[in-house]
């Protein structure tokens, strides 16, 4: 007889990567995935709403994960799942789960607005416009058995029913391409109602979808570019009680009316009113308009939340205000109270960084400028990050921002009041992210290397919000930086979905003629692009990049190939292209302190010959593509010829007699050797160099964000790690401590160099050099997965006294902790989950070391004596 036991801790089913899955498409195979110990075989069953088996399947497998496939239907309809796994005992572990197809009446609704102007002259853009407020009674007679809504409210919304917040989400919906897909939100919603009449409130706001008509950097007006409109929701609420199913569509028949905040954007902020005027309250007429082009399709990325609350560290008294210190730069939104006697316009502005007299200094956080002439704005005067609150009323006040964030560690406040104390109470800052999960968590003897980690952690997370960011000045995703941080997002987070959405921004982005452009959404930027809105070759690379990724590291390489023809296409566009041509359409090493400014212009050390390379990386991109059989090997012989053409002339152009490439700066050794420019002795010779002129140069890494990246992984392949590390603890400029000495806990957009001063400040909230994360994971804690099993390998001869951590992998948590007991001898202890396999490695590395290992019932602990 078969032994039921419980559930064990570390199992987990997920449908589709979701743990609650509430809008499953059945045009696609079912994912069904789950992690249990000591699994020999398993089995998995699907019932139907009537409790019919109408899926059985029993296999003898360590595999965990199951495809399945049901008959496709239009109505949302519930379905359970029954795991039951055997060990070798055969005893059994099983575990339910419910889940819901995806409803397509949606389709059916209306996209509806409040009756306004249409797209006005761009000039009026600041006029007071409050949100859109649209409202609909539903009123419930029978027991209710369940009950969703599909909804969409661009650019943001706001559920509320019966005045409670249905999702914890802000910034919402998920920014994409609108002309080619909408992605729209699934809530159940049972215990949000009650018998009777129930309030369902949407409010919308600009978001992307409706941006002002602001020059980023100067120059690029993105309402010329992305697909925009006004906000508008389209939705369908269904409840089905014991009698029936009922279906309301999103139509005219819905209420409008004003909410408070009177102005919002993304880039600038909000203006707030606690006193909405009489003719604002009257219902006004709602309309259906034919909203975005794209495809209506379920999300299925973690949403932005609010994660972390921050207190100020200090309140300073200015001549015309109070600036308000959080002691850290964070990316998000504020929040505080304002007394009843409290009467006036209150004014926010926010600041990274404040001058020498302590006034708050807003070049590093400036989006551009405005491009036309409004009301109290005059055209190409720069954007500050500013809200308004504007208190009328001798009640008590709470304001949260809801549809715009900062970046900012100083807040200048100021009032049309004359204040003898700063009117603000119970002031609260939140960091505001799409919420992926944190892989890692570390600690160690280095107190420099530990701010570190978390200046990278920090930065990044302050640039995810529904895509990658490059810093929150600009707010767009460049591929270039998702190319560079890449494996360090990998490394320390669970991005697999995040990583897909972006994936797919890049493909609708795609140009006809096959380019990918250099953001994606496309805002407009083209600088050494190659032809027709195509971006610069390394930012292009993020195409065939992702499309590795997520087949080799997290085996989705089945979503991966429903993109074949775009992947194609864009490898034909590559290869139409003379070598003499595209040999300058990219940036290079975009960002290294060798690169030279003059004006506004900035040029990459050797930019030509990195560039030149870059094309022949990203031909080999593809080629690993055809070695995966993602992309079919039709061009093979095309690729392979201009591959050999590029190395060819970059050789007899660039290869000095003195042994260095073009100029001799090192991002042009790095180029050279990620491209396969030498091979063999040659390639050895080349790095012992490149490394041999960093030391010479006081261990600076002088690369830009491309071979900064692709360094950590060179230098720690070959163990170079005390190269690594002296690099990354080196106090004076340029360096990475002499970036975070301001505590700011956030990385800068550019390393300062001693004696030099940039034309532009660079934002001081900027991810793009936060690549040495992933050598944190792989070097420091000494963890990494490498064809489904464990390496432990830590770098324990870096003069550290001992590092603690660890890391989240499919099969459960790894822990590590290693510390030197004295000069002769480390102590190592990793505590693993059984079901994973294990390398290690750092016993060969040693004269000596004594194992112990000692099984547990889920984990088994294992501990290295190591000789110094």
């Given at each position: ?7 064990l ?5 997920e449908?589709?990567?979701?743990s609650t ?9 079912i ?13 998995l069953e ?8 109408i ?12 495809s ?9 309809k519930k ?6 796994v ?7 572990v ?5 889940f ?6 949606l ?11 249409p ?15 649209l409202?609909k009674?539903v009123?419930v007679k029978?027991?209710i058995?369940?009950a969703?809504?599909?909804?969409c ?10 005045g409670?917040?249905v ?11 609108y002309?080619?897909r ?8 049972e ?27 100067g120059?690029?007006?993105?309402r ?9 929701m ?10 029936q199913?009922?279906h ?6 819905w209420e ?9 954007n993304?880039?600038?902020g ?14 006004k007429?709602t ?16 949403k932005i ?11 300073d008294?200015?001549?015309d205000g109070?600036i ?8 998000g939104?504020i929040?505080f109270?304002?007394a009843a006697e ?8 926010y600041a990274?960084?404040t001058?020498?007299?302590?006034n ?5 956080t400036i989006?551009?400028?405005y491009g ?16 308004k609150v504007?208190k ?15 970046s ?5 406040v ?10 603000l ?12 999960e944190?892989?890692?968590d ?11 980690w ?17 810093c929150?000045?600009e707010?767009?995703?460049?591929g ?6 890449l ?13 897909k ?9 795609q ?11 496309f805002?407009?930027?083209m600088?050494n ?15 065939p ?5 997520l ?7 089945d ?5 074949q ?9 590559l290869l139409?292209?003379d070598?003499?041509?595209i040999?300058?359409?990219c ?7 060798d ?9 990459s050390?050797?930019q ?15 080629l ?9 090997t039709?061009?093979?012989d ?52 490149l490394?041999?002129k960093?030391?010479?140069?006081g ?6 964000i491309?071979g900064?990246?692709?360094a950590?992984?060179?230098?720690s392949?070959?163990g170079?790690?005390?190269?690594i ?15 975070l000495?301001?505590?700011n ?9 001693p ?12 991810a ?7 050598w ?6 000494g ?29 459960g ?10 000069q ?7 505590e693993?989950?059984?079901?994973l ?7 060969q ?5 004594k194992l112990h ?16």
């Open positions: 007889m078969l032994k039921v036991v419980k559930m801790s570390n199992s987990r089913l449908i589709n990567g979701q899955p509430i809008n499953v498409d059945l045009n696609e195979a994912s069904v995935t789950w992690k249990a110990a000591k699994q020999t075989s398993y089995r699907v019932f139907d709403e009537k409790e019919q088996c899926f059985d399947f029993e296999e003898v497998s360590r595999r965990q994960s199951q399945i496939v049901l008959p496709r239907h239009f109505a949302r379905y359970s799942v029954k795991l039951s055997y060990n070798s005992n055969q005893k059994i099983q575990e339910t789960m419910n819901y197809t995806q409803n397509h009446d389709n059916l609704a209306n996209w509806i607005t409040r009756l306004d102007n797209i006005e002259k761009e000039h009026v853009y600041f006029d007071d416009k409050p949100t859109i407020i409202k009674q009123v029978e027991t058995e369940s969703f809504i599909d909804i409210g661009l650019g943001y919304y706001t559920l509320r029913i019966n409670q917040r999702s914890d989400a802000y910034l919402n919906s998920d920014v994409t391409s002309d080619q909408v992605y729209y939100d699934t809530y159940q919603i215990s949000f109602l009650t018998e009777g009449t129930n309030e369902f409130t949407v409010e919308l706001a600009n978001g992307w979808y409706n941006p002002a008509p602001i020059l980023i950097l120059k690029y007006n993105i010329k570019q992305l697909s925009i409109g006004k906000p508008t389209i939705c369908d609420i269904q409840l089905t009680t014991t009698n199913s009922i309301i569509l999103s139509d005219a028949e409008s009316s004003c909410g408070q905040f009177l102005q919002n993304l880039f600038v909000e203006v707030f009113t606690d006193n909405v005027q009489p003719a604002d309250n009257v219902r007429q309309v259906c308009i034919p909203g975005p082009t794209g495809k209506l399709v379920p999300s299925f990325i973690p939340v609010r994660k972390e609350k921050i207190l100020p560290v200090s309140f008294r200015l001549a109070w308000i210190d959080f002691g850290q730069i964070i990316s939104q929040a109270d304002l409290t009467i006036g316009c209150i004014e926010l502005s990274e960084v001058d020498d007299k302590g708050p200094a807003y070049g590093t989006s551009g400028k036309v002439k409004t009301s109290d704005r005059e055209p190409e005067s720069p954007v500050i990050q500013t809200d504007m009328e009323k001798l009640t008590p006040l709470h304001f949260s921002n809801q549809y715009t964030y900062h900012f560690r100083y807040v200048f100021k009032g049309t009041s004359e204040f003898t104390k700063l009117p109470e119970n002031v609260i800052a939140y960091r505001l992210f799409s919420d992926v944190l892989l890692v570390f600690d160690s003897s280095s107190e420099d290397l530990n701010q570190l978390q200046a990278g952690i920090n930065t990044r997370q302050n640039n995810m919000h529904a895509y990658f960011e490059d929150t000045r707010r767009f995703g460049y270039g930086d998702i190319v560079a941080l494996s360090s997002h990998i490394a320390t987070s669970d991005i697999k979905e995040f990583a959405k972006v994936f797919l921004d890049f493909v609708d982005a140009i006809a003629d096959g380019g990918i452009p250099q953001t994606a959404p805002i407009g930027i600088t692009g190659t032809s027709n809105k195509a971006g610069s070759l390394g930012w292009q690379l993020v195409l990049t992702l499309a590795k990724a087949s080799t590291t997290y085996q989705e390489a979503f991966v190939k429903q993109y023809a775009q992947l194609e296409k864009h490898l034909q566009y139409c292209f070598f003499s041509m040999r300058s359409c940036l290079g090493d975009w960002g290294s302190v690169g030279k400014e003059e004006g506004w212009v900035i040029s050390p050797d030509s010959f990195c560039s030149g390379c870059m094309y022949v990386i990203l031909l080999n991109e593809y690993e593509l055809m070695d995966e059989g993602i992309c079919s039709s061009h093979l095309g690729v392979k010829e201009k591959i050999a053409i590029a190395k060819s002339e970059l050789l007899k152009e660039f290869n000095r007699e003195t042994g260095n490439f073009s100029s001799g700066k090192i991002s042009s050794d790095i180029f050279a050797i990620q491209a396969g420019l030498i091979s063999g002795e040659d390639r050895d010779k080349r790095i012992r160099h490394i041999k960093i030391r010479e140069n261990t600076i890494f002088s690369f830009g491309f900064m990246s692709w950590y992984e060179l230098f392949e070959i170079e790690n005390r190269l590390y002296d690099w990354l603890l080196r106090q004076e400029g340029p360096s990475y401590q002499d970036m000495k301001n505590g806990l956030a990385l800068a957009e550019y390393f300062s160099v004696g030099q001063q940039k034309t532009q400040p660079g934002s001081l909230n900027h793009m050099f936060s690549s040495y994360s992933s944190f994971v792989s070097s420091l804690l963890l990494r997965i490498e064809n489904k099993q464990l390496i432990i390998d830590p770098a324990v001869d870096l003069p550290i006294d001992w590092v603690s951590g660890s890391l989240k992998t499919p099969m948590k790894v822990t590590i902790n290693w510390k030197k007991e004295n002769q001898q480390t102590k190592i202890v990793v693993i989950p059984n079901e396999a294990y390398i290690e490695k750092v016993s590395k040693h004269r000596s070391s290992l000692k099984e547990k019932d889920e984990y088994k602990i294992i501990t290295f004596e190591i000789k110094n």
